[in-house]
């Protein structure tokens, strides 16, 4: 069993910053790719940022130029930096991480982390 846990969540006001962090259990080099997803009250689960163990990442169209995703492997964490924060931006934010090896595929969730934006 795999366990991703997060951190950083909170309240900001709008425009201002916040860093979440998720550290697995596993080294995070097992993983072809790990991501944060976003919840609001009342809508579906969303993808914002992502990254794969080639370096590669990809960011939501309502988040770039405001968010990056970074990995940082002797720490063996990945990060999410949130700046320029909107109202928009509140929601529990999860951690995912994907593994592949083969037939195998596996999807590992953190337990979310509220991040509230005020205006």
């Known amino acids: 069993q795999v366990y991703l846990v997060e951190s950083g969540g909170g309240l900001a006001q709008a425009g201002g910053s916040l860093r979440l962090s998720c550290a697995p259990s596993a080294s995070i080099v097992s993983f072809n790719a790990m991501g944060w997803f976003r919840q609001a009250p009342g809508k579906q689960r969303e993808l914002v940022a992502r990254i794969w163990s080639g370096g590669s990442t990809y960011l939501a169209d309502s988040v770039k130029g405001r968010f990056t995703i970074s990995r940082d492997n002797p720490k063996n964490t990945v990060y999410l930096q949130m700046n320029s924060l909107q109202p928009e931006d509140t929601a529990v934010y999860y951690c995912?991480?994907?593994?592949?090896?083969?037939?195998?595929?596996?999807?590992?969730w953190g337990q979310g982390t509220q991040v509230t934006v005020s205006s």
């Open positions: 995912h991480a994907q593994e592949t090896g083969g037939a195998f595929s596996a999807d590992y």
